[in-house]
């Protein structure tokens, strides 16, 4: 298996634009989380899904962040307008219930908003 | 991908000796504790985790201590490694075992 994956690792955009983050599950997993990482305030949960559906979105900063599981193998993050205090990584992980809720974690997309 | 946290605590440690990483977790709910490790350049990795029913738990080269008392937690690597040179995270469960709580790392430097 791949793991998770994630795109774009890199994104740079300037401040107002939109910014969409992808990710891909492992195949078979059931839950689906997007976390972000910054030296202030460290590694926080967003929001995750369970079999496509958003359980828990009391993470997410504001309004303008929005998170979508169209399906299983795929999700989205998506920020707009983007702010530069927005920089940061951003990780998308997953995990099984049949696995120990083992959560696997992607290599992270870096933004950067000037 | 990449790794953040520049300022974090560091443990420094010569290579073959054995490493010790200490966490303070907040919720005395909390009944699930993971330990992650962090590469540069990598997202964090899952490396062992210990329920609120058990003081030990052991893996291949490490050793989670969990003392509810205190909400303290411990991870011990034997033998330390170059390839352990990474930050390492304390995560503790909030409603069920898909919500973390993630603690602010430890940076582990290995010296040779």
């Known amino acids: 298996d791949a793991g998770v994956i994630q795109s774009p690792r890199h994104e740079v955009t300037e401040m107002g634009q939109e910014v969409t983050l992808r990710c891909k599950p492992i195949?078979?997993?059931?839950?689906l989380f997007w976390y972000r990482q910054t030296m202030m305030r460290g590694l926080e949960l967003l929001i995750y899904?369970?079999?496509?559906?958003?359980?828990?979105d009391s993470g997410m900063p504001e309004d303008r962040f929005s998170a979508k599981m169209p399906n299983a193998s795929f999700s989205t993050l998506k920020i707009q307008p983007s702010e530069p205090r927005d920089s940061a990584v951003y990780f998308c992980a997953s995990s099984s219930h049949r696995a120990n809720y083992e959560q696997y974690f992607g290599p992270g997309t870096r933004l950067t908003v000037t | 991908g990449e790794s953040v946290g520049l300022h974090l605590p560091t443990l420094s440690v010569q290579e073959g000796d054995n490493s010790i990483i200490n966490c303070a977790y907040s919720n005395s709910a909390s009944d699930y504790f993971i330990w992650y490790k962090q590469e540069s350049g990598k997202g964090p990795q899952f490396i062992i985790d210990i329920r609120s029913n058990m003081d030990k738990r052991q893996g291949q080269r490490v050793t989670v201590l969990l003392n509810k008392t205190v909400k303290h937690l411990s991870l011990q690597i034997a033998a330390t490694q170059p390839g352990d040179s990474a930050v390492y995270f304390c995560?503790?469960?909030?409603?069920?075992?898909?919500?973390?709580?993630f603690g602010a790392g430890t940076r582990l430097a290995v010296h040779p």
């Open positions: 995560a503790e469960n909030i409603g069920g075992y898909n919500k973390l709580i």
């Open positions: 195949s078979g997993h059931d839950y």
């Open positions: 899904f369970n079999n496509n559906v958003p359980i828990d």
